[in-house]
């Protein structure tokens, strides 16, 4: 079981920034992937970024530039850099992990609220 526990969203002007964070209740080096996906009213989920265990980055085409992932291993964490946001990112941000072993197994957080208004 993992727990996955996210931080950071809030509402924040056109053109600002915000970091969040998810936090694993284990260490994130034993996921084969991490990431980050979003989910705006009235549409699926989408990705936005993902890392893998060995620190390859993937990001959604449209974001790449202004959205940065990263880890920090000593904190068990998975970062989100988001930069020059617009009011389309307006979102639930959700983090996911993928486990390997003992079968391959998503586990997701409960979201954190991104607005971006004026």
């Known amino acids: 079981q993992v727990h996955l526990v996210e931080s950071g969203g809030g509402l924040v002007q056109p053109g600002g920034s915000l970091r969040l964070s998810c936090a694993a209740s284990r260490n994130i080096f034993s996921f084969s992937v991490a990431g980050w996906y979003r989910q705006a009213p009235g549409k699926e989920r989408e990705l936005v970024a993902t890392?893998?265990?060995?620190?390859?980055?993937n990001y959604a085409a449209s974001l790449k530039g202004r959205f940065t992932i990263s880890r920090d291993g000593a904190k068990n964490t998975v970062y989100l850099q988001m930069n020059s946001l617009k009011p389309e990112d307006t979102a639930v941000y959700y983090c996911?992990?993928?486990?390997?072993?003992?079968?391959?197994?998503?586990?997701w957080g409960q979201g954190t609220q991104v607005t971006v208004s004026s």
């Open positions: 996911n992990a993928q486990v390997p072993w003992p079968t391959v197994t998503d586990y």
């Open positions: 890392i893998s265990g060995s620190g390859i980055t």
